[in-house]
């Protein structure tokens, strides 16, 4: 895939870079692979950037990209709207890490606890009738 950048424009009300691309490819490109394009012909991080949209034309392999960069992640998660899709994505993230600090915060059960004694899985009357066999035998 090659990027051309066809607009740049610095927009100092939000803080952000926009931008207009074309994208050379045999299918639509994914929205990472257009970040990571993106972070690489203008050197910033893909978390700061948000792709608009993508669009592709019948029988083209052409593709117009439109996006903005930020400086922060902080300012993009600050100015642009998620979409559903992007909270979902957010919050199995947190979820993720939440359960692996968790289990990473066990603590590990320590071996030299004193063993204990096998219990029977025998009922009380059970018990009875056969300590009373072992004192017939005795």
């Keep these: ?7 740049q424009a610095q927009n ?3 803080k952000r870079q926009e ?22 012909k203008l050197s910033t991080q893909s978390e700061n950037i948000k792709i608009k949209n993508i669009k592709g034309s019948f029988g083209s392999n ?9 400086d922060s992640k902080q300012e ?30 066990q603590p590990k059960e320590e071996t030299s606890q004193p063993i204990e004694e096998e219990k029977s899985t025998e009922t009380p009357a059970q018990e009875e009738t056969k300590l009373e066999r072992e004192k017939d035998e005795n």
Excluded: C, G, W
């Design 76 to 105: 993009k998660d600050a100015l642009e709207i998620k979409k559903k899709r992007e909270k979902q994505e957010e919050e199995k993230l947190i979820e993720e890490l939440k359960k692996s600090q968790e289990v990473a915060e």
């Design 12 to 14: 100092p009300l939000f």
């Design 1 to 7: 895939m090659e990027l051309k950048i066809l607009k």
């Design 19 to 40: 931008l207009l691309a074309n994208v050379d490819a045999k299918v639509t490109p994914t929205h990472n692979e257009i970040k990571k394009l993106i972070s690489d």
């Design 62 to 70: 052409t593709f117009e990209i439109s996006a903005n960069i930020y």
